[in-house]
């Protein structure tokens, strides 16, 4: 058991030293106690501690922040996804079609979206919702649920999420981050960034 862990440890290590060298250039400091508009939309966060912004869109109204890389933890903010459009940029309509929020969407359809959207845009092996509980999110009711799913190399992650239906559009924010030592490092960051969510 304790050299799994090691080696674990190892692989973390190797992935977060290539993760971060890779992605330096490309983050944005958000600085701890500025509030910030997020996506392109009207939702507000205010972290309480540093966080790094990612360049570039993996769709509209989405943003996605990192503490140490996204491969090692990752915040992606989807602010307003409208009926119709899949959650991120599909890499091919006809090849990988991607499911579509749409105006019959339930609530609790919504962790089933983000598995159907995970599976073939992440190329995942498995990928198992834990539990879904009523919560409130952005002052609307919404849902919490967690999740856990493994790539195709065998690298197994755990996320949780928040989501609510306002207006007709879809918000939500993730967290991923792989299930040995990285997931619960940082749960209380994200968590506490959630908490600061508000429409402005």
């Known amino acids: 058991m304790r050299n799994r862990f090691i080696r674990h440890m190892a692989i973390s290590a190797a992935i977060a030293i290539s993760i971060v060298a890779a992605e330096a250039s490309a983050h944005k400091l958000r600085e701890a106690g500025a509030a910030v508009e997020v996506a392109d939309s009207n939702v507000l966060v205010t972290p309480t501690r540093d966080w790094n912004r990612v360049s ?10 990192t503490l140490d890389g996204t491969q090692l933890n990752d915040v992606t903010f989807f602010a307003g996804i409208a009926v ?6 599909e890499r091919s309509k006809k090849h990988e079609p991607l499911p579509k929020f749409t105006k019959d969407t339930l609530l609790i359809e919504i962790p089933e979206l983000l598995e159907g959207t995970y599976r073939p845009y992440k190329r995942l092996a498995t990928f198992e919702i834990r539990n879904v509980e009523p919560t409130e999110f952005l002052g609307h009711d919404g849902i919490l649920f967690a999740y856990r799913y493994s790539d195709r190399d065998g690298l197994t992650k755990l996320g949780e999420a928040s989501a609510s239906i306002i207006g007709g559009k879809l918000y939500m924010i993730t967290y991923d981050a792989p299930r040995i030592y990285y997931f619960e490092r940082s749960l209380e960051d994200f968590r506490t960034l959630l908490r600061s969510a508000r429409l402005s």
């Open 84 to 89: 119709g459009n899949p959650l991120v940029k």
């Open 56 to 65: 570039g869109r993996i769709g509209k109204n989405v943003e996605t922040w």
